[in-house]
């Protein structure tokens, strides 16, 4: 049988497994994530993989990060953005007064109307004017016309003019999408475009390290809907990888219990995701994908992540509360266990201690890069913290101005510059002994600091930050669960926050009334810290949990096991009151007299071009699935109804598996 290679490369870990579709799982590796260089980890993953001995490998596929990272720190590469026939003032709007001035934004005249017919002949003079001005200056080309998903035919001359006058990538937008929204399409046009170098350079990467191996098995990578996809194809969409990493552990739990229906969280060290499994498949959604606030028009699967995880920073409020995250630190008894003196420094409380927003150590950062207008107090902190860690209540004890040092360790963390160690719940199930990693002594001196400020007794305080924790994970699922019963995201938001919610959390109401909440289905914990933090929420939802074997790679299973899936979405609309029906497809625009010959065609043409997409994507062997709805508007009149048409949708599947190396 087939042996098959799946990775994830996580914000923290990077896990690896061997799978024979036969017998199932044959070995499992994990290793930290190198962020600075993926491959560092990927390979150190695959060596404690293939210890003793290394299986010819028949498929390999990879979930990452790379994509949603890049986004959120606005990170891609430069792109010219060529805006067909738009309105000059859509630039004044908030989405894109957001991009940056190195991705040029390019007005031209053409575009069409929704019907698709021309509303402005395409100005090609213009567009080989913008590519001969700004080609030198960007790595990509990125296309939008206004309604070009209702006709393509100006991005399509568009593209054509820029690949003969260049090799850059290019990316139109109804190859992304067929949904209307011009705005939103041709920023995620441009987000396309950006990431295609990207992308690019960590198939490369990834390819060469596979090498090392003597690996020559097909690349795979996971789409933010959990598909599958080849690593050659997603060269041309790499914003469909967005969400990648938590898409394969939601089909990575369905793969390892089977279940149909659950509730699947994936906890790790950065993040908790959180996601509903119905029927055997996850809820995929267009319009809840969001990254920074952006909601790209890309199909993911529908998860709520929130900043909370092993490695999340604790900290306190004014009124003494403990808040989890949403930063990530590195946990003290990770540090201690790399750098013993921290312990000393622990066991004698600072004078001036008082535990709030600042981490314990600020630490170096290797990959960082000074700013030359960064203030006087942060090169001196640069300075100080290239020497050794800082224990930052003897750095603000030794100078003058401590609220302006507070500051400038503030805007360092923030801009990335220093790294930061502090207590952690990972911290805290290592003082209680439900968890042992690194120095259990640097995790107790951490604990003893923060629970003298509470005057509380150690293991009370540990215990109340995994309490915490668990409360914080308990109102993400219950949002979750709405999310997935109620469209109204009000009422999501007021369940969560209401009295009831937070009385049968906690459980403190001893009179008359007493609240408790209940799941109708399963929970499926996974990740590395899901068996520690979890098994309490099975009597707090009055509900089963599973934690299954191997679900701390549960992300590299759903890598994958997944399967390829390639959709095509084609309408049909009325012309001259129905005497005509005209046909939109990714291809162009075509026109027929009978409604019975332009449904048979666009039959046709879906199953065509899902067939070509889904041997593109990497299956041979593959089902489709056309679906059909009619939409129209009722007219009631005395002693009868008639019923308008609107529009016939046709959305061709084709699902299959990758195809194996041999």
């Known amino acids: 049988m087939p042996i098959l290679l799946g990775i994830d490369t996580g914000g923290t870990f990077t896990d690896a497994v061997l799978l024979d579709e036969k017998n199932g799982i044959l070995a499992t590796a994990k290793s930290p994530t190198t962020c600075q260089d ?32 890049a986004v959120v720190e606005d990170r891609g590469s430069s792109a010219g953005l060529i805006l067909i026939g738009y309105d000059p003032d859509i630039l004044d709007t908030e989405v894109f007064k957001k991009i940056r001035p190195e991705n040029p934004i390019i007005l031209v005249r053409g575009g069409h109307r929704i019907s698709g017919d021309e509303q402005a002949p395409l100005d090609k003079k213009a567009i080989k004017a913008a590519i001969n001005a700004y080609a030198d200056n960007v790595r990509a080309f990125a296309v939008s016309g206004y309604f070009g998903v209702r006709n393509p035919s100006h991005e399509l001359a568009a593209k054509s003019l820029i690949r003969k006058l260049t090799d850059l990538p290019i990316t139109c937008g109804h190859e992304l999408t067929s949904s209307l929204d011009a705005p939103r399409r041709a920023v995620t046009t441009l987000l396309n475009a950006r990431l295609i170098p990207l992308i690019y350079n960590l198939i490369n990467a990834v390819t060469k390290v596979l090498a090392d191996f003597e690996i020559k098995a097909p690349l795979m990578i996971v789409k933010g809907d959990g598909s599958l996809i080849s690593a050659k194809a997603a060269l041309d969409v790499p914003i469909e990888t967005i969400m990648s990493g938590p898409a394969a552990s939601v089909v990575g739990a369905g793969y390892l219990t089977g279940r149909p229906d659950a509730l699947v969280i994936d906890m790790g060290g950065t993040t908790s995701d959180i996601a509903v499994l119905k029927g055997g498949s996850a809820m995929v959604s267009e319009k809840m994908t969001e990254i920074d606030g952006f909601h790209p028009m890309v199909a993911s699967i529908d998860i709520l992540t929130e900043g909370i995880g092993g490695d999340s920073g604790v900290r306190l409020s004014s009124k003494g509360d403990i808040k989890i995250g949403p930063t990530r630190v590195v946990p003290l008894c990770v540090l201690g266990n790399h750098l013993p003196a921290v312990i000393e420094i622990m066991k004698t409380r600072p004078n001036n201690f008082r535990y709030a927003e600042l981490p314990f150590f600020i630490l170096k950062k290797s990959s960082a890069v000074r700013k030359n207008e960064i203030s006087s107090a942060c090169h001196e902190m640069l300075d100080r913290v290239a020497k050794g860690p800082l224990f930052t209540p003897h750095v603000l004890e030794e100078v003058k101005y401590p609220s302006v040092y507070a500051q400038s360790i503030d805007y360092l963390l923030k801009e990335g510059l220093i790294n930061a160690s502090s207590f952690t719940p990972t911290d805290a199930v290592n003082v209680l002994g439900l968890y042992e990693t690194g ?62 919610f937070n009385q049968a959390v906690k459980n403190e109401m001893k009179g008359l009334l007493s609240c408790s909440i209940a799941l109708t289905c399963p929970i499926v914990a996974v990740g590395a810290p899901a068996g520690t933090y979890l098994p309490d929420m099975a009597s707090l939802f009055n509900c089963e949990i599973s934690v299954p074997e191997n679900a701390a790679v549960a992300n590299a299973i759903g890598a994958v096991t997944g399967t390829i899936s390639q959709s095509v979405h084609i309408l049909i609309k009325p012309r001259q009151g129905g005497m005509s029906f005209r046909v939109h497809t990714t291809e162009g625009i075509n026109s027929f007299k009978h409604y019975t010959d332009a449904e048979e065609y666009a039959r046709e043409t879906a199953a065509r071009i899902a067939i070509e997409k889904v041997r593109a994507a990497g299956a041979d062997m593959f089902e489709i699935d056309l679906i059909k709805k009619n939409f129209g508007v009722k007219n009631k009149m005395p002693g009868r109804e008639t019923e308008t048409f609107i529009q016939t949708e046709i959305r061709a599947t084709a699902v299959g598996r990758p195809r194996m190396g041999a």
């Open 439 to 500: 120095s259990a002594q640097a995790a107790y001196h951490g604990a003893a600091l923060i629970s003298a400020c509470l005057d509380m007794e150690v293991e009370a305080f540990c215990k109340m930050v995994i309490a915490q924790v668990q409360y914080e994970i308990a109102a993400a699922m219950v949002c979750c669960a709405l999310r997935a019963d109620t469209t109204s995201g009000k009422i999501v938001k007021q369940a969560a926050d209401s009295f009831f």
């Open 38 to 69: 993926l491959t560092v980890g990927i390979k150190n993953t695959l060596k404690k993989l293939f210890s003793p001995d290394q299986p010819h490998i028949n498929l390999v596929s990879l979930s990452t990060t790379l994509a949603t990272n």
